[in-house]
Every structure is written in structure tokens, then in C-alpha cells.
């Protein structure tokens, strides 16, 4: 059997749950400290964009995480103020895409039970 070794400065599988959370807890707030405060915790910046776009044209409802992990997609508005693109979407309004897992947005179960299409 052959040996695998792990190579040097490749990252695998990180978890940018707390950032997302983090980003969802400061709607309402200026972007500009947001922003200062999530980049100083960060490795890189880019997943703040997975999540968070700087026109509302560009934003996306929600973005999925992992398979079953979904969250609100943020957008900055003209007064930069971070802001939810679609807050009418929540755990109530998805659809799980497979009966196996736990679906959640922003953290919280699904409510609707997965149905075959």
C-alpha cells in the first residue's frame, strides 16, 4: 500500500461557518469596519465574497456552503451598509434536496421535509 502524504501549505476542507455567522450578526452596520474586522481573522479575504457582494445586481439570494449548509446572500448598499439581498427567504421557505441530511439556513433547520420531484 502506498503512503499519502500531506502537502506542505495545501489547505482542505476549512470551515468558514463563523465568518458567515459573523457577517449575518453585523447587518445593518457600516461595511467598512465589517469588513476591517472580518479581514483581520482571516487567512484571505475571498470567502467574504462567497457570501457578501458590493452591488445588489451582482448579489445572489442565498449561497450554498457544504451540501446541506445554506446562508442569506449580503449585499452593500448605497449608504454601505451591509445589508440581506432577500430576507424574505429562511429556513421555512427551502427545500431539502435529499432526505439524508440536515439541511439548514443561517444555522436553523429546514422546516419543509424533503419530497421526491
Same mark, same amino acid.
Given at each position: 500500500?502506498?503512503? +499519502? &502524504? *500531506?502537502?506542505?501549505?495545501?489547505?482542505? %476542507?476549512?470551515?468558514?461557518?463563523?465568518?458567515?455567522?459573523?457577517?449575518?450578526?453585523?447587518? %445593518?452596520?457600516?461595511?467598512? /469596519? +465589517? $469588513?476591517?474586522?472580518? +479581514?483581520?481573522?482571516?487567512?484571505?479575504?475571498?470567502?467574504? $465574497?462567497? *457570501?457578501? /457582494?458590493m452591488d445588489i445586481e451582482d448579489a445572489d439570494d442565498y449561497?450554498?456552503?457544504?451540501?446541506? /449548509?445554506?446562508?442569506? %446572500?449580503?449585499?452593500?448598499?448605497?449608504?454601505?451598509?451591509?445589508?440581506? +439581498?432577500?430576507?424574505?427567504?429562511?429556513? =421555512? /421557505?427551502?427545500?431539502?434536496?435529499?432526505k439524508c441530511c440536515t439541511h439548514t439556513f443561517n444555522g436553523?433547520?429546514? =422546516? &419543509?421535509? $424533503?419530497?421526491?420531484?
Open positions: 500500500a502506498e503512503s +499519502v &502524504k *500531506m502537502k506542505k501549505d495545501v489547505q482542505r %476542507g476549512l470551515d468558514y461557518t463563523p465568518l458567515f455567522r459573523f457577517l449575518l450578526s453585523k447587518v %445593518g452596520k457600516r461595511w467598512d /469596519s +465589517v $469588513f476591517s474586522e472580518a +479581514v483581520a481573522r482571516l487567512d484571505k479575504q475571498e470567502p467574504i $465574497f462567497w *457570501m457578501v /457582494s449561497i450554498i456552503t457544504s451540501e446541506s /449548509s445554506y446562508f442569506s %446572500g449580503l449585499y452593500v448598499d448605497k449608504d454601505g451598509l451591509l445589508q440581506v +439581498v432577500a430576507p424574505e427567504i429562511d429556513e =421555512t /421557505s427551502l427545500s431539502p434536496t435529499c436553523k433547520p429546514f =422546516t &419543509k421535509k $424533503f419530497k421526491l420531484e
